[in-house]
Every structure is written in C-alpha cells, then in structure tokens.
C-alpha cells in the first residue's frame, strides 16, 4: 500500500506560479509511474500530467503544456508539479495518483492504483 500526500496548492494571482509536490510514503514509490490529475466543481476528474517510472517520459493534456512541468525525485519519493503562467480555469483540486502495474504514462484515472486526498489550487483573475 502506498499512501501519497499532495501540498503546495493555494491562492494565486493570474499568471502567477504554485509548485505541487506529492510525497509517497513507500520507498518502492520509485518503482511506479506517476499522474496528477485535477477536479473543478461540477466537472469530471482529469488527467493533467504524468510521468514514468525512470523520469524519462513525460505527457500532459494540451492546455497547460508549455506551462506546466513534471518531475521525479525519486531519492526523495516525491513528484512534483511546476504550474508556471495560472489562468482561472486551472483552479482545481489536484490529485496526485501512482500506477503500480506499469511503469509507463497513463491518461486515464482507471490507470493508477493510489491516489492522494488532494491539493487546492485557486487562481484568482
């Protein structure tokens, strides 16, 4: 059983930057491919970023590339999120998720087996 535990979320000015962190509690995390996915209100829960289990393979959902950065420490057991240039339509909660099965990317939250309570991030225009 891994547990993940998001931080790093809050209130930002538009444009502005917040870095998501997401430690696993289990040293065997490095083992497994990583995802952060975000939920508004109302909506559905979507993949945003993920990245493989080495760090060599990064994907992301078109609208925040170019702004948005992936990472792996996996010394630290901790992924992280880099969220450069907010808009008000990022604001979301964020869940970081691990795959354990595969050590590739998946875009899909059936493909990740744990998942963390949760980052707010609000982004004021």
């Known amino acids: 059983q891994v547990q993940l535990v998001e931080s790093g979320g809050g209130l930002v000015q538009a444009g502005g930057s917040l870095r998501l962190s997401c430690a696993a509690s289990a040293r065997t995390s490095s083992r497994y491919a990583m995802g952060w996915f975000r939920q508004a209100p109302g909506k559905e829960r979507e993949f945003v970023a993920a990245?493989?289990?080495?760090?060599?393979?990064?994907a992301y959902v078109d609208s925040v590339k170019g702004r948005f950065t992936i990472s792996r420490d996996n010394a630290k057991n901790t992924v992280y999120l880099q969220m450069n240039s907010l808009k008000p339509e990022d604001m979301a909660l964020y869940y970081c998720?691990?795959?354990?099965?595969?050590?590739?990317?998946?875009?899909?939250?059936?493909?990740?087996?744990?998942w963390g309570q949760g980052t707010q991030v609000t982004v004021s225009s």
């Open positions: 998720a691990a795959r354990r099965t595969y050590s590739s990317v998946s875009y899909y939250t059936s493909g990740y087996d744990y």
């Open positions: 990245i493989s289990r080495s760090g060599g393979s990064t």
